[in-house]
């Protein structure tokens, strides 16, 4: 099993900035992708970003030049910094990681972002 903590999130005006972490505990050899995915009110899931255990990097047309995700192996951790934020990134940010083909996820955080 995995295990993941997700800090961060908050309410910030239009152009700010946040930064959100997630903490892999638990059964964590094997893990392969790890990112983010949010969910807007009354919208499907979207897969934001994504690191892979080389380090690669992938990110949704949405938030490419905003959004920079990155990995710390020492602590089991992914970030995601979000700058120059839109009201349209307001939504539920779910970190996931992926190990053996199953997923995992964290319980969400919520992003909100004033225009």
């Known amino acids: 099993q995995v295990q993941l903590a997700e800090s961060g999130g908050g309410l910030v005006q239009a152009g700010g900035s946040l930064r959100l972490s997630c903490r892999a505990s638990g059964t964590i050899f094997s893990i392969g992708a790890m990112g983010w995915y949010r969910q807007a009110p009354g919208k499907q899931r979207e897969l934001v970003t994504s690191?892979?255990?080389?380090?690669?990097?992938n990110y949704v047309d949405s938030v490419k030049g905003r959004f920079t995700i990155s990995g710390d192996n020492a602590k089991n951790t992914v970030s995601l910094q979000m700058n120059s934020l839109k009201p349209e990134d307001t939504a539920v940010y779910y970190c996931?990681?992926?190990?053996?083909?199953?997923?995992?996820w964290g319980q969400g955080t919520q992003v909100t972002v004033s225009s």
């Open positions: 690191i892979m255990p080389s380090g690669s990097t």
């Open positions: 996931y990681a992926i190990r053996n083909g199953q997923v995992y």
